[in-house]
């Protein structure tokens, strides 16, 4: 079953403009993902922010989490034609210390127009 | 490194033929993991494994599927009899000691039983 929801399920902008995804889950985690995906290809690990943590930057990328509404958000700034991809949130949970199991939730579709 | 490797990259077979997907995580990762993609489930978990021992296979939709990790560098996810629902693409991922850094997924297998 899937752990994560995110809204919107397809968003389109102009280039330059910004891109907010949002993700919501229900059980307790130790962290929060996000992966992009292109069409056709693998998933690619963006930035991953820890259970502690409030919020996060990377580049072009920030991630905020509110363990208390059980939810996360991403923001692109800045969008490009290229930031054209499909957007992931996954939790991440330690199971007997022995790794961490993810759990994707059904994505974002953003489509940057040039 | 050249990442995870996934092969083959596609395969069509007929409904009742056995089918193996094979993996080569990172070297030095301890945690792989296997992944169903379809437009209607998402992302599902199948199986994982750390140190080569199978962790949790409640993804795992049936008897007909089973997954091995005999050694650090080679996993094999196998299904047998196909079935045409089995028609998806399985990614592999694989993660080291450093859960913080996120996982790294294959090219994926887009498999077609037809």
């Known amino acids: 079953s899937q752990q994560g929801e995110e809204d919107p399920q397809a968003l389109s902008i102009q280039e330059g403009e910004n891109a907010t995804m949002n993700c919501s889950y229900k059980t307790s985690i130790n962290n929060l993902q996000w992966y992009r995906q292109n069409s056709g290809r693998g998933l690619v690990h963006l930035i991953l922010?820890?259970?502690?943590?409030r919020e996060k930057h990377s580049g072009r990328l920030r991630v905020t989490l509110d363990t208390s509404k059980k939810s996360s958000s991403l923001l692109i700034t800045a969008s490009r034609a290229a930031d054209t991809a499909s957007y992931f949130c996954a939790t991440g949970s330690a199971v007997l210390m022995s790794g961490s199991r993810l759990t994707f939730g059904e994505g974002t579709q953003l489509t940057v127009n040039p | 490194d050249a990442g995870v490797i996934q092969s083959p990259r596609h395969e069509v077979t007929e409904m009742g033929q056995e089918v193996t997907l094979r993996c080569k995580p990172i070297s030095g990762h301890n945690s792989l993991f296997w992944y169903r993609q379809t437009m209607m489930r998402g992302l599902e978990l199948l199986i994982y494994f750390n140190n080569n021992v199978p962790i949790d296979d409640s993804g795992m939709p049936e008897d007909r599927f089973s997954a091995k990790m005999p050694n650090a560098s080679f996993s094999t996810l196998k299904i047998q009899p196909s079935e045409p629902r089995d028609s998806a693409v399985y990614f592999c991922?694989?993660?080291?000691?450093?859960?913080?850094?996120?996982?790294?997924f294959g090219s994926g297998t887009r498999l077609t039983v037809v």
């Open positions: 991922a694989s993660g080291g000691r450093d859960t913080d850094v996120g996982y790294t």
């Open positions: 922010i820890r259970s502690n943590e």
